[in-house]
């Protein structure tokens, strides 16, 4: 497994501002990956953070509103832009065991807009 | 595309007994991975098991077990003697190793009565 940590745990901000969310890993991985929990529902993959190049974002999610950045093999950066009260969401980073192909994830980080 | 599946939005037990929760999943591939994870109040989701679908064998893990029928395309998750601590909600997770990702169910909440 990994120890996954994620800063902050959790904010509240004001619309039409930004917040970066930090994913900080124990060891070196190559798969981490970025997903959006809103209140009461399951989770869905924003990205997949590559390192090295530009991060691969799923249906419905681009680059401009949610930019990451992946410098090296055990941090990630995922920024939401623009926020609206409809971003207000538990964002989670996780990270893959390619061995194993088991994933773990970060505590999460409660992002309030009001 | 893939789809995971759970039919029982929310269950509630006594302490001691035991129970399942259903989980089906779609896809045409033939090599994938199933998971349940857990995800108590504190929000932390937690692996609970991995199933690895050539392998006929049912997973374990001390008072989970998975009843995985690969031809219903079926992942069931068994907790005995289920304890508080067992409260939580539980996703069922499905994974290609061509990409990765994790396709989660809409998820159980699960309650454990005193």
């Known amino acids: 497994s990994a120890v996954i940590s994620q800063k902050p745990s959790r904010d509240i901000c004001q619309r039409g501002t930004s917040l970066t969310i930090q994913c900080q890993v124990d060891?070196?991985?190559?798969?981490m990956f970025w997903y959006r929990q809103q209140p009461g529902q399951s989770l869905t993959l924003i990205a997949t953070a590559n390192q090295g190049s530009e991060a691969t974002y799923e249906s419905g999610f681009v680059i401009d509103k949610f930019p990451i950045s992946r410098p090296n093999l055990t941090f990630s950066t995922l920024t939401v832009s623009n926020m609206s009260p409809e971003d207000s969401s538990i964002y989670l980073c996780s990270v893959g065991v390619t061995s194993s192909y088991e994933q773990y994830f970060g505590p999460g980080t409660r992002l309030t807009v009001t | 595309a893939q789809t995971v599946t759970q039919s029982q939005p929310e269950m509630s037990v006594q302490e001691a007994e035991t129970v399942t929760l259903s989980c089906t999943y779609d896809t045409s591939e033939s090599n994938y991975y199933l998971f349940w994870y857990k995800q108590p109040p504190s929000r932390q989701m937690i692996l609970v098991i991995r199933?690895?679908?050539?392998?006929?064998q049912n997973a374990t893990e001390n008072r989970f077990s998975v009843n995985f029928q690969k031809a219903a395309k079926s992942f069931s998750l068994k907790i005995s003697d289920s304890q508080l601590g067992d409260t939580a909600m539980y996703f069922c997770?499905?994974?290609?190793?061509?990409?990765?990702?994790?396709?989660f169910g809409k998820g159980t909440r699960l309650h454990i009565l005193p």
């Open positions: 997770a499905f994974m290609s190793p061509r990409d990765d990702k994790i396709i």
């Open positions: 199933q690895e679908a050539y392998k006929q």
């Open positions: 060891s070196q991985v190559t798969m």
